[in-house]
């Protein structure tokens, strides 16, 4: 067997396969959304930037509503089965909105509401993730299934608005919306052909289930004080470089083209670091993925330094790789160290704590800068984060955290 077969071993499971090609399908298409939804927002009556802000706030709020609510009945009813609702919901809302645009009668109000409906799938969709994959191979290969899952999400990052431009462009945007819904229709395909995974029984009520979720997530020093860690680089280093970059771009760099640039190179480096840890299973897996996270800072150091496009561009290539390494072995370590029974609650309050202040910082990295000057801003983000990952790092249950051997015998496997 050679070295790349090696690698792509985990393709041998059909069950993986179907998934991953769902998987791919669906986020190629939600990422010709954005940009579809976009442009149809700016052209209707009431609409430009502010609409545009407004669905957006709307999808994402739906979403932190509801993460908590998918982890319960994920864990409550299994992950495919509320994956399964959950696609099937974003399906039926961009269908409706690629309706309403391809025969002109939207209004502003009716994309919020569809906006609402498809964050509401996006919330009870993600902490399946979590709890489906390690049903669909062996936990010797949890890694390489988590990292060809992470590449497809750079992959169709790249692609799909590159694609979404040229649709738009030839024919519109409710076309691109009824791509989007049919890429959830696919998801749908893939994942009623997998089998339904085992459950617990349900405990006393919503409120008894989360409350267990939450005893379980904090009882894990290394896991809430990783998530917090996270929180933190999305509040105050993530959010201002995205806000703040495309300024900067426009100023000194060369504009959209070179931000352009910089994301896609982003996204390449992600790929590559997803190939890189295929069969590859490090034994301290959490310190990699901590030691990792520091690769965000480069990208915000060379804008804040005044540098120059190559080294941006360079610097956020080998962020993309950090990122790939940081996602795919904390993934894979929550996968093999929690329980199977309460893994969707896990994953949920996990995502709810990474994500919740990323609208914070969004919010407002563009009236601080004013103050205090982009520069220093991103500066300040890039100090805090390679601060936090030492201090990260120096936690005992981080640094001592090993993974758990594979299990010779699954006991969460699907029937």
Same mark, same amino acid.
């Given at each position: ?31 010709? *959304? ?74 502003? %109000?009716?994309?919020?509401?569809? @906006? ?29 299934? *988590? !990292? ?20 738009? @462009?030839? +024919? ?28 617990? @029984? ?14 379980? +997530? ?14 933190? +680089? ?24 070179? %931000? ?14 997803? @190939? ?47 990122? !790939? ?54 500066? +300040? ?35």
């Amino acid at each position: 067997m050679t070295l790349g077969t090696h690698r792509l071993r985990v393709l041998r499971h059909a069950r993986f396969r179907r998934f991953l090609l769902g998987q791919t399908t669906s986020l190629l298409g939600s990422g010709m *959304n954005t940009i579809a939804t976009t442009f149809a927002v700016l052209h209707l009556p009431g609409g430009g930037v502010d609409a545009v802000g407004g669905v957006m706030a709307a999808r994402i709020l739906a979403v932190l509503v509801v993460l908590l609510l998918g982890g319960v009945f994920t864990d409550r009813l299994g992950a495919r089965t509320v994956m399964l609702a959950a696609d099937v919901l974003r399906f039926g809302s961009q269908g409706v909105l690629a309706l309403l645009l391809l025969t002109g009668g939207v209004r502003i %109000w009716e994309v919020v509401v569809l @906006a609402v409906l498809l964050g509401v799938g996006e919330g009870g969709f993600m902490p399946g993730l979590s709890a489906l994959v390690p049903g669909l191979v062996p936990d010797g290969e949890l890694a390489d299934a *988590n !990292a060809l899952l992470e590449m497809a999400r750079p992959m169709t990052s790249i692609a799909g608005p590159g694609l979404a431009g040229l649709l738009v @462009a030839a +024919f519109d945007a409710g076309t691109v919306v009824a791509v989007d819904a049919v890429s959830y229709g696919v998801s749908v395909v893939a994942l009623v052909g997998l089998p339904v995974s085992r459950v617990q @029984a349900p405990g006393r009520g919503l409120f008894s289930e989360l409350g267990r979720g939450w005893r379980e +997530f904090t009882s894990r020093t290394w896991l809430w004080v990783t998530t917090l860690h996270i929180g933190f +680089f999305n509040c105050l280093l993530w959010a201002p470089f995205l806000v703040l970059g495309p300024s900067i771009a426009d100023q000194r760099l060369g504009g959209a083209r070179a %931000w352009g640039l910089v994301l896609a190179l982003e996204g390449i480096g992600a790929i590559v670091g997803g @190939a890189l840890l295929l069969g590859r299973s490090p034994r301290r897996g959490l310190t990699w993925s901590v030691a990792a996270s520091a690769g965000w800072a480069v990208p915000a150091a060379t804008l804040a330094m005044g540098l120059p496009l190559a080294w941006v561009a360079g610097a956020a290539f080998f962020a993309g790789i950090g990122a !790939a390494v940081c996602t795919t072995l904390a993934a894979t370590v929550i996968q093999r160290d929690v329980p199977a029974e309460v893994r969707g609650r896990i994953s949920a309050f996990d995502s709810l704590g990474a994500f919740a202040l990323g609208p914070l910082g969004l919010a407002l990295a563009g009236p601080v800068s004013g103050v205090v000057g982009a520069e220093r801003l991103l500066g +300040f983000g890039v100090l805090w984060q390679v601060t936090a990952v030492g201090v990260v790092l120096a936690v005992p249950s981080v640094r001592r955290h090993e993974a758990t051997p594979p299990m010779a015998a699954r006991v969460d496997a699907v029937r």
